[in-house]
């Protein structure tokens, strides 16, 4: 990387450059040899600051990136610039400074080498939905499903938010790619901010530095990311090892102008913006568009024992199971789960007709509690080293701990809060959303395509929610628009990955309720209008599953975990299946037919199995009514196809639904 120091530069006022800027927009004009800023508040003690282009134009030639960078030193005045290069040198010196300054504690190197811990205060644990906005031009086009307000005004509060954001601090410049590089799929971002932290994340979970700044070339397009904690330093000031601004979050996105602001959160998706920011709600904008889909969907590929391989994209809200199922150890013999993602997929018509899907990501970063040799022990695999671990446990031993690790609690760890723990303190070591980011190369099951310029086929669509009650473990969909009726119709309890109770049932369409740049329901008449993109025998059949159905004890139902394969075979099959071969119609779908699904050395009797697959008029005819109530919030603007398939099944329901004596 390339740091350069920049000073404030008294000057005549009179000749001082005035730029008031919205942040992140691009500008056209050339950059000068030195620019400057004059004030728009007068409470500073100085006047103006320059900028020298030397460093950054032996950085990059790219016209617009280098007038945009400048514009945003003189706005934002950081004490120190550094131009990113994605370099192993970079990553270990930002990693050494935060060791030095206490943002990071090393893991003990003996148990994971090159590991590290950060901690965030209480106030930076999670999405911040509540503070997320989508700025569109029309707030009818947000839709109700997104907070909205008015791109100008948005603008003008986070203008002044930002004047002077990073005094004290180091700004740091990420150019980075998301998807394979020099692939059709893939997109160019670069983000600006005053987190080492997040630009170590950015190198784990993106394409990050020198090969993005080869694809920007002089003058591609890309989507400017700014990125601030909201914590300034004042001269003499102790810096906290996690700074944030517990006053205010803004996460901020910007559809037509395809920009992402962020304001006051060091966290996750709220930080990381080449994440969910760019590639769902920026991405998802974009897709329609220009004709493709950015999805909130893990991508598996899954070979049966005779050698015959299918790829298939799944959607789950967070926290419902998406690693666990996107790095799978079967159970059953001859079958092999392979990697590709484990949270996001863009997907495109190809040539022959079919859908095909990349992983735009190069890392995980995943939900640690629960995750254990049982759950999911390939993903454990991939924590032996190189991982950046957010809000865990750290036993004595210097090594990370969390909820449902280890069947036994340590007696004594320092927790999150950087408390000493022990077994019957009446508190979780680890918070619920605490993270692991790794690289996805280190994954045991990594697919042979999973960097493929041109994707992987899918053969099917898996949705799925946690739900206690009603949905059976699995159903697939009659068609095309019957299954993107069903993906807009999930519902699912509430996790910890958001701010917020935990457990609630809301619904959640497609898991993109959170991710969605734009209105629903223009977003699902843009998975209906795929049924005319392509020959309908080339579509992926579709399905959803539920692992989380529980008996009237509150107990599982299923096992889960490995023993998802058995399901996973059932779908596989039903793929090249025509009618109800292996099935049997209900007024949902269809549901596994009696010995279809292989249960052998399971604990589940036949009287579990029948609950499992069962489908409750009764139950369903709530479902219905929630499903209407939910629909009734897109007005005019839901597509008519719904309102018809809603109809239909509530008949179907009644049909089947006994007569009470009054």
């Not at 206490?102 to 106030?123: F, T």
């Not at 904008?285 to 299918?310: C, F, Q, Y």
Request: aromatic residues 10%.
């Amino acid at each position: 990387g390339i740091n350069a120091e920049y000073m404030g530069d008294p000057s005549d006022v009179d000749n001082v450059h005035s730029i008031m800027l919205s942040l992140g927009r691009f500008r056209t004009c050339r950059a000068r040899p030195t620019l400057n800023f004059k004030p728009a508040v007068q409470r500073r003690t100085y006047l103006e600051w320059s900028t020298s282009t030397h460093n950054i134009r032996k950085w990059t030639t790219h016209e617009n990136l280098i007038s945009w960078t400048l514009e945003r030193i003189k706005y934002l005045q950081p004490a120190r610039v550094h131009l990113c290069d994605g370099s192993q040198e970079e990553y270990d010196e930002l990693i050494s400074l935060m060791v030095q300054s206490g943002a990071l504690i090393q893991v003990n190197p003996k148990v994971r080498a090159n590991s590290y811990l950060a901690r965030s205060p209480p106030s930076d644990v999670a999405r911040v939905e509540e503070s997320t906005f989508i700025c569109s031009e029309n707030k009818s086009d947000a839709g109700f499903t997104n907070n909205w307000k008015d791109p100008e005004e948005m603008s003008q509060l986070l203008n002044k938010l930002f004047e002077g954001a990073m005094r004290g601090r180091t700004m740091y410049v990420i150019p980075f790619v998301m998807g394979p590089l020099d692939s059709e799929f893939s997109q160019l971002g670069v983000q600006i901010t005053d987190s080492p932290y997040v630009v170590c994340n950015m190198r784990i979970m993106t394409r990050m530095g020198a090969e993005a700044l080869r694809m920007l070339g002089d003058d591609r397009e890309f989507i400017p990311c700014v990125h601030s904690v909201g914590a300034p330093l004042v001269r003499g000031a102790e810096d906290k090892p996690w700074p944030s601004n517990e006053k205010d979050k803004f996460i901020v996105h910007f559809p037509e102008q395809r920009r992402i602001v962020s304001y006051g959160s060091g966290y996750g998706g709220n930080a990381l913006l080449g994440k969910k920011c760019f590639s769902l709600r920026i991405a998802s904008s974009m897709a329609r568009e220009e004709g493709w889909l950015a999805e909130h969907m893990l991508i598996v590929g899954i070979t049966n024992p005779k050698g015959v391989k299918k790829y298939f994209a799944a959607a789950f809200p967070s926290a419902c199971g998406k690693t666990n199922l996107a790095m799978l150890s079967p159970t059953l013999p001859g079958w092999k789960v392979e990697t590709v993602g484990d949270d996001i997929a863009w997907i495109r018509v190809g040539k022959d007709g079919r859908l095909w899907a990349v992983n735009p990501e190069a890392g995980c970063f995943g939900v640690a509690p629960g995750t254990s040799k049982k759950s999911n022990p390939n993903c454990l695999k991939m924590l032996d080293k190189n991982t950046l671990f957010t809000n865990v446990a750290m036993k004595p031993d210097g090594d990370v701990w969390w909820e449902g690790l280890t069947d036994e609690t340590p007696n004594k760890c320092i927790s999150w809060l950087r408390t000493e723990r022990f077994p019957d303190s009446g508190y979780d070591a680890a918070h619920a959303n605490s993270r692991f980011t790794v690289s996805i190369t280190q994954c045991p099951t990594l697919d042979p395509s999973w960097d493929s310029k041109d994707g992987v086929p899918l053969s099917g669509f898996i949705f799925g929610g946690r739900r206690s009650t009603a949905v059976p473990l699995v159903y697939q969909a009659k068609d095309w628009n019957h299954g993107v009726f069903v993906g807009a119709a999930m519902t699912s309890e509430t996790t910890a990955a958001a701010a917020g109770k935990r457990g609630v049932l809301r619904n959640d369409p497609f898991a993109m309720r959170p991710f969605c740049g734009y209105n629903m329901a223009d977003y699902f008449k843009h998975w209906l209008s795929f049924q005319d993109r392509t020959a309908p025998d080339q579509l992926p059949k579709i399905f959803h599953v539920n692992w989380f159905r529980k008996s009237k004890s509150g107990k599982f139902l299923w096992p889960g975990f490995g023993d998802n394969i058995r399901v996973l075979e059932w779908i596989f099959d039903r793929c090249d299946a025509q009618g109800d071969e292996k099935a049997l119609d209900t007024s949902i779908g269809w549901v596994p037919s009696p010995g279809s699904v292989n249960r052998t050395g399971l604990e589940v009797s036949n009287e579990q199995w029948d609950e499992l697959v069962s489908v409750h008029p009764t139950e369903w005819m709530s479902e219905v009514s929630k499903a209407r109530e939910f629909f009734s919030n897109f007005g005019d603007r839901l597509p008519q196809e719904f309102t018809v398939r809603l109809d239909e099944l509530q008949k179907r329901l009644e049909a089947e639904t006994p007569h009470r004596k009054i």
